[in-house]
């Protein structure tokens, strides 16, 4: 069915560009569009992962946030290095909710930072030296530490360390492994290059190289990869698996280990949850060892149906069998939930901009709650991630790419959107501007949000917001 609202988008981007300089002008109008769902038109090519215009404000980050941040940070028994100068480690210190089990700074080191803190010595020098010092200290600090990752800030490509040869050197001495990434964050234009210089460097320094163990394996062997466990969220995903009768050998990277990461090549179907950061080790695995892999989508019962079929029908008629049981027993759960918040939150208006997979992954769970999505976009999406968009959102929603701030507060102001969903950098300008606003980068401290257990959480999260008392209390512009 062809969902279509009612808002005249092209107007409303000509009217919001139209303050800008010619030559960003010419250049923003390429990265918005208003959505025609067969994407049968131009209109669908949105331009994406392209550099940054200067000076307009951009919420994107850098390749070591990517890397660093996203990618690495969450493997809880490996000492992760902020190699370079004391900032980019301190910033992005445990502020990314990757939850993890252990014990920290004895088995697991997910809420540390581990940094060289480079000096100007460090510069002029050359910090290879301090380098091999610092992982002499991590192994006799922290001796049950499974390994090391260095992950390059920006001075370190500059003066030419050479940190792969650090990294040969020491994995020799201290019998650990030792895996330099080249993260970083001058390099590619947003933190999706990270990701796919961290992807190879899982390929090249730990497939192979690293000696794993999984004892034995089962026909119902499957991994998902590309869960963070955001509050918990992989955890939850887990459960619906296992409940399905398969095994998880593997969570990749939330809440993960360097073993897991080994096992790698083990399972009889990768899960993709996020298509963005993970798709390239994915295709490596497919590739050099034959192992499909497909995507799914755990946001709301809908999606979360839909998957569930999706991955039983790549197994045997027990686990189709066992899957409808599990489906079964989770549904008056998730159709009370329905029936409870749904007249709460029918109609609302939804405006979103996160990363490069939840822009378009929620709206079904929005939808499940009646609510539409009016407007969304993505930080470092690339043009794959716009194709899959555009299914997912009625016609005429309006996507943006890579947006200003100047433009989503405009887009904003004249949308009147009832829930905004973003992340920290835009969470208080919303809320200055009397619109309800959840974060959906860090769930804003709640979760998890995937899976059975996940969906009363987002629906009880999005009414709180959406009915807050408080709102009245806030003179909203235009309204
Ligand atoms: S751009 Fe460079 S200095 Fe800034 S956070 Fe990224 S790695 Fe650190």
């Known amino acids: 069915m062809l969902r279509v609202i009612e808002q005249d988008t092209e107007k409303l981007i000509e009217k919001i560009i139209e303050n800008y300089p010619e030559k960003t002008k010419k250049e923003r109008k390429k990265h918005l569009i208003y ?27 850098c390749a070591y946030a990517g890397s660093k941040g996203v990618v690495w940070g969450p493997i809880k028994d490996m000492i992760h290095i902020s190699h370079g ?45 301090k380098l091999e010092q610092l992982c002499r200290e991590i192994r006799e600090i922290f001796p049950l530490a499974k390994g090391i990752s260095i992950q390059c800030e920006c001075p370190v490509g500059l003066i030419g360390d050479d940190i792969e040869s650090v990294a040969r050197k020491m994995t020799k001495e201290l019998g650990i492994p030792v895996i330099p990434v080249r993260c970083e964050g001058f390099r590619g234009i947003s933190q999706s290059l990270g990701h796919h210089i961290a992807n190879d460097s899982i390929r090249d320094w730990v497939l192979g190289k ?15 990869l590309g869960d963070y466990n955001i509050g918990g969220e ?57 192992i499909p892999w497909m995507e799914y989508n755990f946001f709301g019962p809908t999606k979360i149906y839909e998957s569930m079929r999706k991955i039983a029908k790549r197994f045997d008629d027990k686990i189709v069998e066992q899957t409808e049981r599990v489906i079964e027993r989770y549904k008056p759960l998730m159709d009370s939930v329905i029936e409870q918040y749904r007249p709460r939150l029918e109609g609302k208006r ?25 407007a969304t976009g993505y930080e470092f999406a690339h043009r794959d991630d716009y194709e ?27 949308l009147k959107p009832d829930l905004v969903g973003s992340g920290i950098k835009e969470k208080y300008v919303y809320h200055k501007m009397g619109i309800p606003f959840r974060q959906m980068h860090s769930w804003d401290y709640s979760g998890p949000y995937h899976g059975f257990d996940g969906f009363p959480v987002f629906a009880r999260d999005m009414d709180m917001a959406v009915n807050n008392p408080s709102w009245k209390l806030i003179r909203r512009k235009g309204r």
């Not at 949850?273 to 080790?281: A, G, K, L, M, Q």
């Not at 405006?351 to 929620?362: A, D, K, Q, S």
């Open 234 to 290: 992989a955890w939850s995903s887990r459960k619906i698996l296992e409940e399905m009768g398969l095994r998880v050998i593997a969570q990749i990277p939330g809440d993960c280990t360097l073993n897991e990461l080994t096992n790698m090549p083990r399972p009889k179907l990768i899960l993709v949850h996020c298509y963005r950061s993970t798709n390239y080790i994915a295709r490596y695995l497919e590739e050099n060892f034959g």
């Open 350 to 374: 939804v405006m979103l901009y996160v990363g490069g997979l939840r822009p378009r992954h929620i709206v079904g769970a929005y939808e499940d709650l009646g609510m539409v999505v009016v």
């Open 388 to 414: 899959r968009t555009y299914p997912e959102l009625p016609k005429n929603s309006l996507i943006y790419d890579d947006p200003p701030h100047y433009e989503l507060e405009n887009f904003a102001d004249a």
């Open 35 to 61: 959505n025609d769902p067969e994407c049968t038109s131009s209109i669908c090519q949105i331009k994406s992962n392209v550099k940054s215009r200067p000076g307009v404000m951009t919420s994107r980050g």
């Open 85 to 129: 100068p004391v900032g980019c480690g301190q910033y992005s210190w445990w502020s990314r909710r990757n939850y993890y089990t252990g014990k920290t700074g004895i088995n697991a080191f997910g809420a540390m930072h581990i940094t060289s803190d480079f000096q100007e010595n460090d510069i002029v020098f050359g910090g290879d030296k």
């Open 210 to 224: 690293v000696k794993g163990i999984l004892e034995k394996e089962t026909p119902y062997d499957v991994l998902i």
